[in-house]
């Protein structure tokens, strides 16, 4: 797959045993690393309506699909949402409580999107703060709990 400019790859990799799935997203290249990860039956949950998602708003991506490993590649602000989703969703058991988040940021009826977006960097920067290991996601576990609790609580004051 050729690296292109301005493309997020949403990365799924499937397993016999759901319990070890795994989703994540790759910026700007599919060499980079994982900017966050999350695992098991949600991570194909999330999957599967990430792409029902892009279908059902008519957005382009394209798939590549190798044994058990799935890419999309999606355009950048397509990519940044679907960012800002999973990170906002990171702390949650039941994410798809919260699917309509993702349709409201693609659409662009998201009230607070520019800032809500904006979390992605406070998460990474404290990611650095906290100390992030060499070969784990770029916005660590840790890190994706505080920011996810801080994103929900904002989207329940919402009230969407």
């Known amino acids: 797959m050729e690296r292109r400019k301005g493309e997020y790859y949403v990365i ?71 960012t800002t989703f999973l990170l906002a969703i990171y702390s949650k058991r039941k994410p798809l409580a919260y699917a309509h988040v993702l349709d409201k940021m693609l659409t662009g009826s998201m009230p607070l999107a520019r800032h809500l977006t904006n979390m992605t960097e406070i998460a990474l920067d404290l990611s650095e703060y906290l100390g992030n290991a060499r070969g784990k996601p770029l916005i660590t576990h840790k890190s994706a709990v505080v920011i996810s609790k801080m994103m929900v609580t904002l989207l329940n004051a919402l009230h969407i």
């Open 12 to 82: 799924y990799y499937g397993s016999r045993n759901p319990k070890r799935s795994v989703l994540g997203v790759k910026f700007p290249s599919l060499k980079s690393p994982l900017y966050i990860k999350l695992g098991g039956r949600r991570a194909r949950n999330l999957y599967k309506h990430i792409i029902l998602t892009l279908d059902n708003l008519g957005i382009p991506y394209s798939t590549e699909k190798e044994s058990l490993r799935e890419v999309l590649r999606v355009p950048w602000a397509t990519g940044l949402a679907i």
